[in-house]
């Protein structure tokens, strides 16, 4: 069974940073891109980071440019999002979600990002 | 960036009945290697959402065959032969022709 599974949400003051993880099971991580989307309470999708399989091609929503750092580890079948200089626009739930261009198939739960002073 | 538009942002409908939402893009989604990679998702109440097709009309796994997904260009539509309490939710279109990815703003199936 496909699993995603994502940890490391909280309360953030502006400003701050988190790193969030993803360690997914049940697939060979090696085999597929990963994406983080987000989700801000009662709004619609909104695509954040694209990693590829190797890691060695990354792209980012201009809303995180510069700010954001998506990272894969291979070898631990994790992903990761490190999140810089954070913004109260930035407060959502943040999924990690496996594939591209045949679709994004499989998606965690989603771990929640709350910033506020 | 490629703007996606859904229309209806709210689909009010009756069980047994069909539906309908549509999907247009800013700029075609052919890509440079022919394919269109415009997908359809289902996001459900308190969950994830869950891919129903990719490349306009591939249906995904598990995915019951009263969903069809057609389209080509900038113009894609999702329907629902029948539509069933279980298909509540809200329905989203996605590019992933060009980065940055994007998705339509949302439309939401309520019975």
């Known amino acids: 069974e496909v699993q995603l599974v994502e940890s490391g949400g909280g309360l953030v003051q502006p400003g701050g940073s988190l790193r969030l993880s993803c360690v997914v099971s049940?697939?060979?991580?090696?085999?597929?891109?990963m994406n983080w989307v987000r989700q801000a309470p009662g709004k619609g999708l909104e695509w954040v980071s694209y990693i590829s399989m190797s890691g060695a091609t990354i792209y980012y929503a201009d809303s995180v440019k510069g700010r954001f750092t998506i990272s894969r580890d291979n070898a631990r079948n994790s992903l990761h999002l490190q999140m810089n200089n954070l913004r109260v626009e930035d407060t959502a739930v943040y999924s990690c979600a496996r594939g591209a261009l045949a679709g994004i198939g499989y998606w965690g739960q989603g771990t929640l990002v709350t910033v506020s002073s | 960036d490629i703007v996606m538009t859904q229309t209806p942002l709210s689909s009010p409908v009756t069980l047994g009945q069909p539906a309908s939402i549509s999907c247009r893009s800013s700029q075609s989604l052919v890509h440079s290697d022919g394919n269109t990679y415009l997908s359809w998702l289902q996001q459900r109440p308190g969950q994830p959402p869950r891919l129903l097709f990719y490349?306009?009309?591939n249906r995904f796994s598990g995915v019951p065959d009263r969903f069809s997904g057609s389209g080509a260009g900038t113009e894609f539509t999702l329907q629902i032969n029948r539509v069933e309490a279980e298909d509540v939710g809200i329905y989203y279109c996605m590019q992933a022709t060009q980065f940055p990815y994007t998705f339509g703003q949302g439309t939401k199936l309520e019975i």
């Open positions: 049940g697939f060979t991580f090696t085999s597929y891109s």
């Open positions: 490349k306009i009309s």
